[in-house]
């Protein structure tokens, strides 16, 4: 079965130092998708970044970037410079491409805080 | 506003109450799906429908709860007789088809809350 882990229950960081979220999946699909998403205080999700288990590029975003190591099946966020607005919390999440309009699946996700 | 809209944004039962949820999809799209979110969990799925069909309704527990989306109108997330339980978060996101790109993020509506007193 199709799983995603997030063992970072909780992460700090000082404003303006860079942050790893780690994300790891489980999955016998050759085909599927990894995202990223930001869920504020005030509760909305908000998509942050995609990977394809195809691409060979790791995927980039303004200050976010996935660390993404097929081999290890991990696919890392990285947050660059953080900043007091991206404390929150951090969801990954897989999308397998071989069933058509397949749900995502999610992680119990990471806590970031970010203090001056 | 052109993204996902769901209302009410908070929604607050007594148990044994029923609850209804709903989701106005993205302009253009006709296939929705359904998530829980419990607390200090991420969010699961549920149910999977296009206009007037349930495609997959795997995540749903089989009773008390329901799901709907007619031709015109919204998705419909049904709760009967709530319990404490149902407490929880339920958001709804859509596609344009069952095909979606590979790249394309599922974009989520901003949530219902549930309270059960």
């Known amino acids: 079965a199709q799983k995603i882990t997030q063992t970072q229950p909780g992460m700090f960081v000082q404003e303006k130092e860079a942050v790893t979220l780690d994300c790891t999946y489980d999955?016998?699909?050759?085909?599927?998708?990894l995202f990223w998403y930001k869920q504020p205080s005030s509760g909305e999700m908000i998509f942050l970044i995609y990977q394809g288990s195809y691409d060979e590029q790791n995927a980039t975003e303004g200050r976010y970037s996935l660390n993404f190591q097929k081999a290890r099946k991990s696919a890392n966020l990285v947050i660059s410079a953080s900043q007091l607005g991206d404390s929150a919390m951090y969801f990954c999440?897989?999308?397998?491409?071989?069933?058509?309009?397949?749900?995502?699946?999610f992680g119990k996700g990471t806590t970031l805080s970010v203090s001056s | 506003n052109a993204g996902v809209m769901q209302n009410p944004r908070h929604l607050v039962r007594r148990r044994g109450q029923e609850a209804r949820l709903r989701c106005s999809p993205m302009?253009?799209?006709?296939?929705v799906y359904w998530y829980r979110q419990l607390p200090e969990e991420g969010l699961k799925f549920m149910v999977y429908l296009q206009k007037e069909n349930i495609i997959d309704e795997s995540g749903m527990p089989k009773e008390r709860f329901s799901a709907e989306f007619p031709k015109e109108g919204p998705s419909i997330l049904r709760i009967q007789q709530v319990v404490r339980g149902d407490s929880a978060a339920y958001f709804c996101a859509s596609s344009p088809s069952d095909r979606t790109p590979r790249n394309q993020p599922q974009h989520f509506g901003d949530g219902t809350r549930l309270s059960i007193l």
């Open positions: 999955t016998s699909d050759q085909s599927y998708g």
């Open positions: 999440a897989m999308r397998d491409y071989t069933v058509a309009g397949t749900a995502l699946i």
């Open positions: 302009k253009g799209h006709s296939h």
